[in-house]
Structure formats: C-alpha cells, structure tokens
Nanobody, 127 residues
C-alpha cells in the first residue's frame, strides 16, 4: 500500500498563496489517481481537487475553481496543490489521498474511491 506524506501547510494572510506537496512511497505512483481533501472541526471531509494518473484530467470543487491547481510529477512521486487567492474559509487540515490503482486514466471524484490517506497538514488563512 502506498504511503503518503503531506507538507507545505502553514499560516498565510488572506489573498496569499501556498503550495502543498504530497510525497508517495511504497507503490507505483503513476498508477494511482490522486486527490486533495480538507476537513475542519465538526465537518465532514470534503473534496478539494483530484487528478488522474497521467495528470491529464482534473476535477475541482466549485469553491476552489480558478484559485487552486492540482498537478503531479510522476518522476518525483509527488502530487501538488497550488493554492492562490486564499480565503479564511480555506482554513482546514488538508489531506492527500490515493485512489485504487488503475491502468486507465480514470478520474475519481468521490472520497469513497480513495483508499490511502496522509496524516494531513494544517492550513490557516488569517483575515
């Protein structure tokens, strides 16, 4: 099973930017559809963005479209989330996740399709 480690979270002012990274090990990274999710206390984990194994297909939550970009570097076994125009409402713990391995360039859009999760990284946006 793939292991995932997120990094890049922190404190930023509204309007600022952060780039989250998720390094994968223990599996063939290029076969995993990947995703970023976030969670705040008392709320369910919500999807932020997902990406197919090739990186050619992406999906975004409406709340982050036009501000966030998900991309991956299969040679570095890493998926990224570039976050621009951050808002206080984006404050959350952000989790990286790997979907069921596939030989198709499938795009997962549901949390239940993801099987492996990182430990999370805190993002706090001050107003």
């Amino acid at each position: 099973q793939v292991q995932l480690v997120e990094s890049g979270g922190g404190l930023v002012q509204a309007g600022g930017s952060l780039r989250l990274s998720c390094a994968a090990s223990g599996g063939t990274f290029s076969t995993y559809p990947m995703g970023w999710f976030r969670q705040t206390p008392g709320k369910e984990r919500e999807i932020v963005a997902t990406i197919s194994r090739s990186g050619g297909r992406t999906h975004y939550a409406d709340s982050v479209k036009g501000r966030f970009t998900i991309f991956r570097d299969n040679a570095k076994n890493t998926v990224y989330l570039q976050m621009n125009g951050l808002e206080p409402e984006d404050s959350a713990v952000y989790y990286c996740a790997a979907g069921r391995t596939s030989f198709l360039d499938i795009l997962y859009t549901q949390a239940g399709q993801f099987e492996s999760w990182g430990q999370g990284t805190q993002v706090t946006v001050s107003s």
